[in-house]
T-cell receptor, first 116, second 111 residues
């Protein structure tokens, strides 16, 4: 069965510093996708970045980048130049195919606190 | 503005009440999802609809009854819930297997 592991329940980072949030996954599929979502205290899950298993380059979206190491089965999120508004829960998720749709398997999340 | 709205945002109900959660997506997606997020647990998929047809029921108790009248609207009908059903219920939509976009959620408390 597919599984996502996030080993950091909480992280602190100073404003303007970079931070890495860890994610490891387990799957027997050859083709898969990995996602990162941000959940502020308001509750909404905000899509940040996606990495496909066959993508040769690490995904980047603005200040977000994904450090994808396929052999280690890790997909860490790197946030550069942290801002106070980055304080939130961050979830790593893997896509499991469900016919013509997807099922997302989520990790337990990492609570990031950005300090001024 | 994510394009996925949910109402109500907060709901308190007794165990004998019947209530419904509503989700609407304005993104033209064909798939819609219900997730449950309990404290200290990962998000759990509950139901999936693709072009109004239910394609997944993740062993959800029958006291939760989904309804999808069209690809833009999704309901979750609740009846005789238990206190352990208190959670954040999140709706999401996607275009086939692409990324899912989530609504703001309904925070449900069952007394």
């Amino acid at each position: 069965a597919q599984k996502i592991t996030q080993t950091q329940p909480g992280m602190f980072v100073q404003e303007k510093e970079a931070v890495t949030l860890d994610c490891t996954y387990d799957t027997s599929d050859q083709s898969y996708g990995l996602f990162w979502y941000k959940q502020p205290s308001s509750g909404e899950m905000i899509f940040l970045i996606y990495q496909g298993s066959y993508d040769e380059q690490n995904a980047t979206e603005g200040r977000y980048s994904l450090n994808f190491q396929k052999a280690r089965k890790s997909a860490n999120l790197v946030i550069s130049a942290s801002q106070l508004g980055d304080s939130a829960m961050y979830f790593c998720a893997m896509r499991e195919r469900l016919g013509a749709t997807n099922k997302l398997i989520f990790g337990t999340g990492t609570l990031l606190a950005v300090q001024p | 503005e994510t394009g996925v709205t949910q109402t109500p945002r907060h709901l308190v109900m007794g165990m004998t009440n019947k209530k419904s959660l509503k989700c609407e997506q304005h993104l033209g997606h064909n798939a819609m999802y219900w997730y449950k997020q309990s404290a200290k647990k990962p998000l759990e998929l509950m139901f999936v609809y693709n072009f109004k047809e239910q394609t997944e029921n993740n062993s959800v108790p029958s006291r939760f009854s989904p309804e999808c009248p069209n690809s833009s609207h999704l309901f979750l009908h609740l009846h005789t819930l238990q206190p352990e059903d208190s959670a954040l219920y999140l709706c999401a939509s996607s275009q086939s297997r692409n990324e899912q976009f989530f609504g703001p959620g309904t925070r449900l408390t069952v007394l």
